[in-house]
């Protein structure tokens, strides 16, 4: 029998597997693909993950922009991860099963979970981290690139060794994502940062391969596709514990999920095992609690707000609403994004955001003036 059951094999899952592992608990993650590699590109705030291990990044860009209607130097440092360092990083204690999760079965005295192929794992917690399939009901990022030669993308940013975070200029409701990969490679990338449904890849794909055009290049490298569901709500108390994306760890207004996922892991894994002598429910209840105080649940919401409010905007005032957002001071800029549990900073982000916005902008903002009164 197994302590713990993760069902999912991506960064989030294999976090928390190496955290339950290194504290002494027999852990098992179910992966329908364990040998499978990890093609998404993953970029990250240093500040958010300071235990990242340099084996797990490729690349640190040495300036990161950001485009409203103007230029922004953004003062925090970017990472791109290194997906089979973070991947050799986090491989460690845990088995790993073939297979996919049909079923789970749970008991007062524990949990079984059921495979596809017919075999049954017991188990004390079982953790759902095996991602959203996206709905069409639901609010989503959508994003399609493709990896260029340095030297061409230098058309397209101007500057070598250089991130560009959003780049509205001349778009249609959409930005530009410029990312060094560290291998002499740089991905760009058209995306839509929220839309219910997700704009799809053949737009998306037609817009960047304009944008191409128009400095003389062509997408001929290779390509990817990016599909994040943003809006779910914070997932009730009860005997499955949803981690990672299946567990709204996902920025409703941002998308990034994988440093929240990472850092989380480990204190989810000391809830765990403080509670374990007292019963698998209690021992959920206490992972559920790890994850979702009362301040990341009011953090969410507001998320979750802004995320409305975002999608709400006519496209011509959301480089108008990034551009204000760039000129925050740092610290506003890091609570909105990255203070999951920061209800203060978060509400004061907005708050400052209302305050400087012209008439057209505020109008679609109107609720933020509430909720702040409100808290």
Same mark, same amino acid.
């Given at each position: ?136 009901? #639901?609010?989503?990022?959508?994003? !399609?690139?493709? /990896? +260029? &030669?340095?030297? @061409?993308?230098?058309? *397209? $940013? ?10 509205? #200029?001349?778009?249609?409701?959409? !930005?530009?994502? /410029? +990312? &060094?990969?560290? @291998?002499?490679?740089? *991905? $760009? ?187």
């Amino acid at each position: 029998m197994a302590d713990v059951v993760i069902a999912g094999g991506g960064p989030a899952g294999r976090a928390l597997a190496r955290a339950c592992a290194r504290r002494g608990l027999a852990t098992v993650l179910v992966d329908p693909a364990p040998g499978r590699r990890w093609r998404a590109t993953y970029g990250l705030w240093a500040d958010e993950l300071p235990t990242l291990p340099g084996s797990a990044v490729a690349c640190a860009p040495s300036a990161t922009l950001a485009f409203g209607t103007g230029p922004h130097v953004l003062d925090r440092r970017y990472l791109v991860v290194n997906n089979d360092g973070l991947r050799r990083w986090l491989d460690e204690g845990y088995d790993v099963v073939a297979g996919t999760v049909s079923g789970v079965d749970h008991g007062r005295q524990g949990t079984s979970v059921r495979l596809e192929d017919g075999r049954v794992l017991a188990t004390g917690l079982y953790v759902d981290a095996s991602g959203v399939r996206p709905r069409g009901n #639901r609010y989503e990022q959508t994003a !399609f690139g493709v /990896v +260029l &030669p340095a030297e @061409d993308a230098l058309r *397209l $940013v101007g500057r070598p060794d250089t991130a560009v975070f959003m780049d509205w #200029r001349d778009t249609e409701s959409g !930005f530009l994502y /410029v +990312l &060094p990969l560290g @291998d002499g490679t740089v *991905l $760009v990338e058209e995306t839509s940062l929220a839309r219910k449904p997700g704009l799809p890849m053949d737009v998306l794909a037609a817009r960047l391969r304009a944008r191409l055009r128009a400095v003389g290049l062509t997408s001929r490298g290779r390509e990817e596709r990016v599909r994040i569901v943003l809006d779910l709500p914070a997932p009730r108390r009860g005997r499955t514990v949803p981690f990672g994306a299946a567990g709204a760890l996902v920025h409703p207004a941002t998308g990034y999920s994988v440093a929240t996922s990472v850092r989380l892991a480990e204190p989810v894994a000391d809830a765990v095992v403080q509670a374990w002598d007292r019963g698998p429910a209690a021992v959920a209840s206490s992972a559920h609690r790890a994850l979702w105080p009362s301040s990341a649940r009011t953090v969410h919401g507001l998320r979750r707000h802004g995320l409305r409010a975002l999608c709400g905007m006519p496209p011509e005032l959301v480089p108008v609403f990034f551009d204000l957002f760039f000129t925050l001071p740092t610290e506003l800029q890091r609570a909105f994004t990255s203070g999951r549990e920061d209800v203060s900073g978060t509400t004061e982000a907005m708050s400052a955001l209302f305050r400087m916005s012209p008439w057209q902008v505020r109008k679609h903002l109107i609720g933020w003036r509430a909720l702040r009164r409100s808290r």
